[in-house]
């Protein structure tokens, strides 16, 4: 998390903080009525006892289960048992059991019972029973938990077992009726099962009879070998005979091109080599005849005979080879052409059996499933026998109800925690509503960030607004007498924030002045005023709400009839308008009577006038402004003011009334040193440093 997000969260939880320190009176006149209201609620609950019974739903004992796999229960079964367990036929069956419908519990409201029909009054009591019985599976076990809430303990155990042994009762006669029927229909069926294996079998017998197959004839299987091996064959013949015939044309070619010694199967013949080392050495002998006896010699006539002899055997072994290729060819070609006839046999003969076999397979398949049919019943209809005769019952009663010795409910403990949360809660929320539909500034950061100044300083609500004790004081008579007090160290922190303002020389004329009406602008003003005095100031604080005469209402002086309207229109001195103030040193020039004009008196240098005439008797002259936004009187002073600070009430003044204010009086040229927090709640972190005045009592001294 960044520091910023870290910083406003931190800034969130302060005013959260803040808010509830504030408010906590009316968080706890809220929660506090609430949380005794449910504590009262919660101590008239009447107890709740509930009594359970467990039944087992037990498949280890269904005469049904043929095997451990079928044994087991899925949920899907155990969910039916509950189903009859809540059914309303059991609910009837319990209260016919426990003579209910007597019961005045289950009775009440009913007509009499000459008034009702004895049917329509079973099923109300029942479904009125059914209303406080719960029943649920224990986890992933064979446990049924059947548990009845009453506010009787005794009546709860008495219903709760009355529901088990009802259920087993049911169940056991369900089973033995169901099994009857079902032996019945069992029998029924076998019999007609019967019939139709035996048909099938018949079928079955007659059609191998009439194409010759035995019950575990192998017939096609021998085909399907013999044509295996003799496609193994007819390749390998094929291949022979291909290579064969290639053979005999080369060599016919070869015969075409060169004669018989072109033939390659000649020249690699053995015989024909033995033949021709013959003919070489005979060639030998003769030039040695020829060049010894001559070529008329009987010698050189033997040798040219038998030169001649074995050319002669040379020619007829080289046609022999070449004929033999040819022999080689037309062999191959025959029994390829053989392999091939009795392939075709082969394939005519299989094509029979394949049908034949096709056709007794189906009848065989057809026979075994109802075999397998006949079968599967016969064993269904042992076990229905079986049940029928044994009633076993699938479920027993494990854990039998008692009259439980505390009430299940209600749980005081946990209901006054959760009243104590919810009325907590509820204040919080009318806090939080509160806060968030109360506008305004509610910080210090607030009005420095959207308003672009200063907050010169946070005067306390207990200042500002209240009226001390019962004698009608102003809030401003909080600075007499020269007590340290919150509000007269606010009142001195505005001042010197004012004063010191970043201008070298003290303003002398202050304007007060606020966006709305009822913003604490007087009152600040005349504490100003008199904290200025009290400092050896000559101090002169001026009404300029000529509408309101506010001043009058807060000081205890007497406003002459010349007031300050008289002295800006020129008919009365300043001096014979002033009146004195409790604080030595203060003069009030205020307003008699509330004057409604649309005459602009301050224009036209009257203001300017009155002002100049005022500085030479006073050192601060302090000026209560009327509103910005209502009347233009305070944008017409404001010019003429050394300084004007903007006075803004604390969560209550809108930050676009504010703005629109500042607009004007910046657009005007006054000069808006910055913000006055007014009537800020002391326990809000806005009121500055005096967010900490427990940590400074020791400083002020009390009202």
């Known amino acids: 998390m960044s520091a910023g997000h870290r910083r406003r969260l931190g800034d969130v939880a302060a005013d959260l903080g803040s808010a509830l320190r504030r408010r906590i009176w009316l968080l706890l006149g809220i929660a506090i009525p609430l949380f005794v209201v449910a504590v009262i609620v919660i101590s008239m609950l009447q107890p709740r006892y509930d009594a359970t019974t467990r039944i087992r739903i037990d498949p280890s004992r269904n005469p049904m289960a043929q095997d451990q796999a079928q044994s087991m229960v899925n949920s899907e079964a155990i969910e039916t048992e509950i189903g009859v367990m809540t059914s309303l036929e059991l609910a009837r069956t319990v209260v016919k059991t426990l003579h209910l419908d007597q019961d005045p519990t289950f009775t009440r409201g009913l007509p009499p019972a000459g008034q009702m029909s004895e049917t329509e009054r079973l099923n109300i009591v029942a479904r009125r029973v059914m209303q406080n019985l719960a029943v649920g599976r224990d986890k992933l076990s064979y446990l049924i938990a059947m548990s009845y809430r009453a506010r009787d303990p005794n009546k709860a155990a008495d219903i709760a077992n009355a529901f088990a042994d009802d259920y087993i009762k049911l169940r056991v006669g369900s089973q033995v009726g169901t099994s009857e029927r079902q032996a019945d229909f069992f029998r029924d069926r076998l019999s007609d099962l019967g019939r139709e294996v035996r048909a099938a079998e018949s079928a079955l017998a007659s059609y191998r009879a009439r194409n010759g197959i035995s019950s575990n004839t192998t017939e096609g299987t021998v085909v399907d070998e013999q044509i295996g091996s003799l496609s193994s064959q007819l390749a390998t013949a094929e291949a022979t005979a291909a290579a064969a015939r ?94 091939r006839s009795s392939m075709r046999g082969l394939e005519g003969d299989r094509a029979k059996n394949t049908r034949a076999s096709a056709e007794a397979l189906g009848l065989e398949r057809e026979a075994a499933s109802k075999r397998a049919a006949y079968d599967r019943m016969s064993q269904l209809s042992l076990d229905s026998t079986q049940s029928a005769r044994g009633s076993i019952a699938q479920a027993e009663i494990v854990d039998r109800a008692r009259p439980p010795s505390a009430p299940t409910s209600p749980n005081r403990k946990l209901l006054i925690v959760l009243a104590a949360v919810v009325a907590i809660a509820t204040g919080l929320g009318v806090v939080l509503v509160l806060e968030m539909f109360q506008g305004g500034f509610r910080t210090i950061a607030e009005v420095e960030d959207e308003l672009n100044l200063p907050v010169l300083g946070s005067i306390p609500i207990e200042g500002s607004r209240r009226r001390i004790g019962k004698s009608g004081r102003s809030p401003a008579d909080g600075v007499l007498g020269n007590r340290a007090t919150m509000y007269s160290e606010a009142i001195r922190n505005v001042r010197a924030s004012i004063v010191g303002h970043g201008q070298s020389v003290s303003p002398t004329v202050v304007a007060f002045t606020s966006a709305l009406p009822d913003e604490g602008k007087t009152t600040l003003a005349l504490s100003f005023a008199r904290m200025a005095a009290i400092n050896s100031m000559r101090t002169l604080l001026i009404d300029c709400d000529l509408r309101n005469a506010g001043l009058r209402k807060i000081t205890s002086s007497s406003i002459p009839e010349n007031d300050v309207i008289q002295v800006l229109e020129g008919t009365c001195p300043l001096s014979q308008a002033v009146a ?73 003044t809108p930050p676009k009334a504010v703005k629109l204010a500042l607009t004007a009086l910046e657009g005007d040229g006054a000069v808006v040193p910055g913000i006055v927090l007014s009537m800020v709640d002391p326990m809000s972190d806005a009121v500055g440093g005096f967010y900490y005045s427990s940590r400074y009592a020791k400083y002020y001294q009390s009202n």
């Open 246 to 339: 290639s053979k005999a044309s080369i060599a016919a070619a070869q015969v075409a091109r060169g004669g018989l010694d072109a033939v390659s199967e000649v020249r690699n013949s053995n015989v024909i080599s033995d033949l021709r080392r013959q003919r070489a050495e005979i060639i030998r002998n003769m030039g040695e005849v020829q060049a010894r006896y001559g070529d008329k010699h009987p010698e050189s006539i033997r040798v040219r005979d038998q030169l001649k002899a074995v050319d002669a055997q040379i020619t007829d072994e080289a046609a022999r080879v070449v004929n033999s290729l040819k022999a080689d060819a037309n062999a191959a070609d025959a029994q390829v052409a053989s392999l």
């Open 580 to 652: 004195p103030d409790q604080v030595p040193g203060l003069d009030l020039l205020g307003v008699s009577q509330p004057l409604f004009t649309s005459q602009d008196l301050f224009a036209h240098g009257a203001m300017e006038r009155l002002l100049a005439e005022a500085k030479k008797s006073y050192d601060q002259i302090i000026l209560d402004l009327p509103p910005v936004l209502g009347v233009a009187d305070a944008r017409t002073i404001a010019t003429i003011a050394d300084t004007t600070p903007l006075v803004v009430r604390w969560g209550k």
